[in-house]
């Protein structure tokens, strides 16, 4: 399983956005140059956050984004929801239709799309979901005090001071 960078753009980006005066907000222009990466490719990012409501943004020559909600409430899997979009990573192909005990069997009951008694399936679909509840309990603001943890203060300082 591999999320896009997608994911890994969009929320090194959005704490950036988190310490920003609630009037302010910062254009993908001054975000992709700060981080190196491709304004094309971020303004995608920003067009899936804006869309699924993480964050709002104001056109024009001063335009930009501003989170759409509090940090708090805004989780690593919102973001990667809206990056990667609501489809399951195990997609059950049914393939115990192609055995060869089943190929001339119409009565084979296992082999329907998501399959709920599909043991494959079933254990997929769990461990699917108990990585989005821990995704789910990382949030921004999360995020943020973590940084403030791990990185030079002085990092964190000019960082907070470059979008002012």
């Not at 990466?37 to 869309?51: A, D, N, Q, R």
């Not at 998501?114 to 509840?133: D, G, K």
Request: proline residues 4%.
């Amino acid at each position: 399983m591999q999320y896009s960078v997608m994911v890994e753009y969009a929320l090194h980006s959005l704490v950036y956005l988190i310490d920003i005066p609630e009037e302010s907000t910062i254009g993908i222009k001054d975000l992709s140059e700060f981080q190196g990466l491709s304004e094309t490719y971020l303004s995608k990012v920003f067009g899936k956050l804006s869309k699924s409501g993480i964050v709002s943004s104001t056109p024009g020559v001063k335009g930009g984004y501003k989170l759409a909600k509090p940090p708090e409430e805004i989780t690593f899997w919102d973001v990667i929801e809206a990056v990667e979009g609501k489809k399951p990573i195990f997609q059950c192909k049914n393939i115990l239709k192609t055995n060869l005990m089943y190929r001339d069997n119409e009565d084979c009951t296992s082999c329907t799309q998501n399959n709920p008694t599909c043991i494959v399936n079933l254990a997929m679909q769990e461990a699917e979901e108990h990585m989005r509840e821990d995704l789910r309990k990382k949030n921004l603001a999360w995020l943020n005090r973590e940084l403030d943890q791990v990185l030079p203060e002085k990092v964190r300082t000019d960082s907070r001071n470059y979008f002012k």
